[in-house]
């Protein structure tokens, strides 16, 4: 059985950093591509970063420069480095795999919060 479990969330002013981490267990990690997710209320979950097995690593242009998304094959763990962080950066933060794979089961996210 597949687990996500995200944390590192937090409150924050214009121009902090944050860094979340998301944990997997019953995932055949090494061979994955993982990818972050946002979602604010009311709206679906959207693409912030994704990484491959091998490392490539892609951005949303909103997001480009700002944040890092990494992986740890041996903690079977990725994270995701946010740095000059802005109010529309507010949401849940979640992870899963890219939208062209198969989803897993949602974790229970982490919340991210930027003040002006």
């Known amino acids: 059985q597949v687990q996500l479990v995200e944390s590192g969330g937090g409150s924050v002013q214009t121009g902090g950093s944050l860094k979340l981490a998301c944990v997997t267990s019953g995932l055949a990690f090494s061979t994955s591509d993982l990818a972050w997710y946002r979602q604010v209320p009311g709206n679906q979950r959207a693409l912030v970063a994704s990484i491959s097995s091998d490392g490539i690593t892609n951005y949303a242009h909103e997001v480009a420069g700002r944040f890092t998304i990494a992986r740890d094959n041996d903690k079977m763990a990725i994270y995701l480095q946010m740095d000059r962080l802005k109010p529309e950066d507010t949401g849940a933060y979640y992870c899963?795999?890219?939208?062209?794979?198969?989803?897993?089961?949602w974790g229970q996210g982490t919340q991210v919060t930027v003040s002006s």
């Open positions: 899963n795999v890219p939208p062209n794979w198969s989803p897993l089961t």
